[in-house]
């Protein structure tokens, strides 16, 4: 099956430096990507949808200008949380689709886990 | 988004089918069904999806109401390996595809 690459798994960081996450569709191309955070013990929140070379759309009461997401290849999705505070902390997990259609499967990165100090 | 009900916990003893219900009375025609489990510490998994018809699949079967307003997911043996979260998650068609993760179930596997 296709796979999503998703890096760092593990990330910890001081407060307000910015961290990077990437989001890599291996073997297809992605159209589409979203993002999700996950607090201990909760499910997945959405965060933003990604398409390819356009702006993301952000879920309401997501900061765009606090999570960066950029979507510039095919192959290729990055999350930038800048100036992360400790309440930024969670498992950031990446999916990514080939088309468009609620027919087609969603594939998931591993995740990440941020750790604000 | 139209929602889904599912039981927050189940058990199972290893190597017996396990029935994982869902409701989701307010389900649209374009809806489709699908199924994810999460493992501890990782992302989500495709188990299997369907829009009418049951589904078979070497993971799992779903078996969908006639008027789609419930359906079951079968692990037909389950085994340690299947202990996870389960959601059942409703995904419109074009322009509506985002998934919008539930509270899910959790199924905790007895050996």
């Known amino acids: 099956g296709a796979v999503v690459s998703q890096h760092p798994s593990r990330v910890i960081c001081k407060s307000g430096t910015s961290v990077k996450i990437e989001c890599r569709s291996l073997d297809f191309q992605a159209t589409t990507m979203f993002w999700y955070r996950q607090f201990p013990k909760q499910s997945l929140m959405l965060m933003a949808t990604s398409n390819e070379g356009s702006k993301a759309t952000y879920e309401q009461g997501v900061e765009k200008d606090k999570f960066l997401i950029n979507h510039a290849s095919l192959t290729l999705s990055t999350l930038t949380v800048t100036s992360a505070h400790p309440e930024d902390s969670s498992f950031y997990i990446c999916?990514?689709?080939?088309?468009?259609?609620?027919?087609?499967?969603?594939?998931f990165g591993s995740g990440t886990q941020l750790s604000v100090l | 988004d139209a929602k889904t009900t599912q039981p927050n916990s189940m058990e199972s003893n290893e190597e017996e089918p396990v029935h994982l219900p869902c409701n989701h009375s307010?389900?649209?025609?374009?809806?489709?069904i699908h199924w994810y489990r999460q493992l501890p510490s990782q992302g989500p998994e495709y188990v299997i999806h369907g829009l009418t018809s049951n589904v078979n699949n070497r993971m799992a079967s779903l078996a969908i109401a006639e008027d789609r307003k419930s359906s079951t997911l079968i692990l037909h043996r389950a085994t340690l390996r299947d202990a996870a979260v389960y959601y059942c998650i409703l995904r419109g068609d074009f322009g509506n595809e985002k998934l919008t993760f539930g509270t899910g179930t959790r199924l905790t596997i007895i050996p």
């Open positions: 999916s990514a689709k080939t088309s468009r259609g609620g027919n087609e499967k969603l594939f």
């Open positions: 307010t389900i649209s025609g374009t809806d489709y």
